[in-house]
């Protein structure tokens, strides 16, 4: 029989990161010593532990565990709930699951457990024979009611009882230093437990109620209601099927975002109607599709107490009477920077040092637009029934790649059957295509040829459906998210904004940036126009008023991109919007250089702008890859940044070229995007009022500005070309502050009440969905 593997530890440094070493569990220099001591604590290495409380919000308790005798800390103490060391190859998650089973005999889903802040524990005891240099990450179970004491099953090497005790007298007990308790310094680190608990179950309703409204004002509710009438008896019976499927969408893209947010969804619409307060609730996360809020910088707008209530009847052992744990479903109090695409503890050093160490073409599927990383303990039996060698990537560390035709698999069966039997009644030919390619996409993971097929649409039914963009991936940008827009063409816009596309070759040719860097070979891009009827997916928050595809950089390279305007979109925001804004922060008599043409044209020249500079770039090392890939969680501000301020240098381009109007020169400046640089150069004057103008009296200021916008656009493109990271990382430190100016017209625009931006109502669509029930 083969030797039992040693249980062995990382070792981390002083800043908490590992040095690729490891040490084993017990002290094996020291027969005489207790086999539960480690040599990290014996040498005083910095290692990592996960520290579980256990609190019942109905009674207001922590529940403790009392420290066997036979330990080398703190024997015979009372202490939390339950804790362990991570184990090297472990996950934080799954160490705090097997901790918790092994010393009280819970088993809990991983949805059940909260990580609240991570504690630093650094400590000499037992006469200096123990060193305690230890990273724990603090997680939060929240039970509705105390679990019964005769339902845990403790291990007696561990723990010798359990109790429950009020927080604050347990804070209490903590800050007079009794001594039978484990020291913590509830005025430090880990008062953070304590204050985290009691700000979230204040009873302050009412002003929860002021804030959630306040948060929810910002949105202004539109009613989209778009003309059917161009629609063929076919693509009318199509839309119904389409519609379904961008609903099926919806359910996958909360899942995108983190574990549990279907489950929450769930919860909070069930329980909308109980209350003014849990209606506020529903309204507010239906915009956001998630508990935290976009525009916000991501703050949680709802804590873990605002949660899904789940029942397991079998977590412990059996208890007369008792139906079981009823717990809240957890989530996080920062939105995870990585969603749901990796497992939940994976920073971006563990992805790059297991990414690395991959073949290359598995390298391409672990950072491929449309898999997840997966942990072997997070999988369902049926998925890894389902990965085959073809698609299956398995490392030491029990990592895998996980195709989104598997992951989600039930779901996108379930759109790509409804996708499949709306390209049977469509009549029109280009899309009953794309219909039918996305569909099969769905199930095959490879979606090149349905991407085509929708560079290659042309029906007065507009939809664009599947995984597109990649912002939700806050470590690297790579994976992307599903969406559906679907919407009704408006040729007369369409043909209007044709000049753009077409110019796209002229204007990469002349781009400010060294020639080595330009492509030969751009293609003209197509531009839509529709009206929207319907959207679902990754359309949270702030609206999109128009969007750039594919991604995918083989099509990017072969054919370019085609784009989509939703001009209906771009007048609901302009009239509840920028009207307003200039109102409050434009003097009367520049107002009317605030107008929806400009305003519209620069929407426009931004999102043709995306379509050229590099994208396909070789590093000094001779390496080819992408701007994706290099700028990494840095690429989409990036090239929004880009689009910005290389739309304003393109449109002075276009203009000079007598292809667009000289009077939209002086519109444009009124309304850039790039506030604060233009303001710097000079372009912008605040006056006394707290209104501001443009001097277009001064020459030397025009040119200035020109010069300005061409050196922004030079270092952002060049900065693109060279995949260089860091300067990217700078760049956007130093452009992003919030200047005096800025937050004078910001203060004003608050004080308004102006909407920041709009929530569709989408009639028609419902009223399609209703009859077809």
Same mark, same amino acid.
């Given at each position: 029989m083969a030797a039992e593997q040693e249980e062995r530890l990382d070792v981390l440094t002083a800043a908490g990161e590992k040095t690729g070493a490891s040490k084993p569990r017990h002290d094996r220099t020291n027969p005489t010593s207790s086999p539960l001591r480690s040599e990290v604590h014996r040498d005083g290495d910095y290692h990592r532990a996960v520290h579980v409380w256990i609190y019942s919000e109905s009674t207001g308790e922590l529940l403790l565990q009392r420290r066997a005798d036979c330990k080398d800390s703190w024997p015979g103490q009372w202490d939390i709930s339950s804790a362990g060391h991570i184990s090297a190859g472990d996950s934080s998650l799954s160490s705090a699951q097997r901790e918790l089973h092994e010393e009280l005999g819970i088993k809990l889903?991983?949805?059940?457990?909260?990580?609240?802040?991570?504690?630093?524990?650094?400590?000499?005891?037992?006469?200096?024979?123990?060193?305690?240099n230890e990273y724990n990450d603090v997680y939060l179970v929240t039970t509705v009611a105390p679990i019964p004491l005769e339902a845990f099953t403790l291990q007696e090497s561990e723990v010798s009882a359990v109790r429950y005790m009020h927080l604050h007298e347990y804070k209490s007990c903590l800050a007079k230093e009794c001594g039978e308790y484990v020291p913590y310094d509830v005025n430090g680190t880990y008062g953070q437990l304590f204050s985290i608990i009691e700000e979230r179950y204040k009873d302050n309703i009412e002003s929860c109620s002021l804030t959630l409204q306040k948060q929810i004002n910002r949105y202004a509710p539109i009613h989209l209601e778009p003309e059917l009438t161009s629609l063929s008896k076919g693509d009318r019976e199509a839309l119904g099927y389409i519609l379904k499927a961008s609903i099926v969408l919806d359910d996958v893209f909360h899942e995108q975002v983190w574990n549990s947010n279907r489950a929450l969804r769930d919860w909070l619409k069930t329980h909308a109607n109980s209350s003014s307060f849990d209606k506020l609730k529903w309204l507010y996360f239906s915009i956001n599709k998630s508990p935290w809020s976009c525009l916000d910088e991501n703050k949680a707008f709802l804590s873990t107490a605002d949660s899904a209530v789940k029942l397991l009847t079998d977590a412990t052992r059996l208890v007369s009477g008792w139906k079981g744990i009823e717990y809240r479903a957890a989530f996080p109090l920062d939105k995870p920077p990585g969603a749901n695409f990796y497992p939940p503890d994976m920073d971006k050093m563990e992805f790059e040092l297991w990414k690395n160490g991959l073949p290359e073409k598995e390298q391409k599927d672990a950072t491929g637009f449309f898999t997840v990383i997966k942990r072997s303990d997070a999988l369902l039996p049926s998925t890894l029934e389902q990965l085959d060698g073809s698609n299956q990537t398995k490392t030491s560390d029990d990592l895998f790649v996980v195709p989104y035709s598997k992951e989600y698999k039930s779901s996108l069966e379930k759109a790509a059957e409804f996708l499949h039997k709306a390209s049977e009644c469509s009549d029109t030919p280009s899309l009953k295509n794309l219909l039918r390619t996305k569909g099969n996409a769905f199930l095959s993971n490879d979606y090149y040829e349905s991407d085509i097929a929708w560079m290659d649409l042309d029906s007065n039914l507009d939809i664009t459906i599947g995984p597109y963009e990649t912002y939700e991936d806050g470590l690297f940008s790579y994976k992307a998210t599903f969406e559906a827009f679907v919407g009704i063409r408006d040729d007369i816009a369409t043909s209007q904004v044709k000049l753009f596309g077409d110019q796209l070759q002229d204007l990469e040719k002349n781009l400010p940036l060294e020639n080595i860097y330009k492509s030969d /070979?751009?293609?003209?891009?197509?531009?839509?126009?529709?009206?929207?009827?319907?959207?679902?997916?990754?359309? +949270?928050?702030?609206?999109?008023?128009?969007? /750039?595809?594919?991604?995918?950089?083989?099509?990017?390279?072969?054919?370019?991109?085609?784009?989509?305007?939703? +001009? /209906?979109?771009?007048?609901a925001k302009f009239k509840n919007i920028l009207k307003p804004i200039a /109102?409050?922060?434009?003097?009367?008599?520049?107002?009317?250089?605030?107008?929806?043409?400009p305003y519209y044209t620069h929407i426009v020249c931004h999102e043709c702008c995306h379509g050229i500079g590099p994208h396909s770039i070789t590093l000094p090392s001779g390496k080819r890859s992408t701007v994706r890939r290099e700028l990494q969680e840095f690429y989409s501000a990036v090239e929004e940044a880009k689009a910005d301020i290389v739309g304003l240098w393109a449109l002075n381009f276009l203009?000079? +070229?007598?292809?667009?109007?000289?009077?939209?020169?002086?519109?444009? +400046?009124?309304?850039?995007l790039q506030f604060n640089w233009l303001y710097d150069k000079g372009a912008f004057v605040l006056h006394s009022d707290g209104k501001f103008s443009v001097d277009f009296t001064k020459s030397h200021v025009q040119l200035k500005v020109e010069e300005a916008v061409e050196s922004l656009s030079r270092e952002i493109l060049t900065i693109q070309a060279k995949g260089d990271k860091h300067a990217a990382k700078s760049l956007l430190q130093s452009r992003a502050s919030l200047t005096q100016p800025l937050r004078v017209a910001l203060d004003k625009i608050e004080h308004m009440q102006v909407p920041v931006d709009i929530a569709p109502i989408f009639g028609a669509a419902n009223k399609l969905l209703a009859n077809d029930q």
């Open positions: 889903p991983p949805d059940a457990f909260e990580l609240l802040f991570v504690f630093l524990q650094e400590c000499v005891i037992n006469n200096g024979t123990y060193t305690n /070979n751009v293609s003209a891009a197509p531009i839509r126009v529709i009206n929207l009827l319907y959207n679902s997916g990754d359309v +949270k928050g702030p609206q999109t008023i128009a969007f /750039n595809l594919p991604n995918d950089e083989r099509i990017l390279n072969e054919r370019g991109t085609s784009m989509v305007m939703l +001009k /209906n979109i771009s007048e /109102n409050a922060c434009i003097r009367e008599e520049q107002k009317d250089y605030v107008d929806f043409e203009i000079k +070229k007598g292809l667009l109007s000289k009077s939209l020169s002086e519109s444009i +400046k009124g309304q850039a």
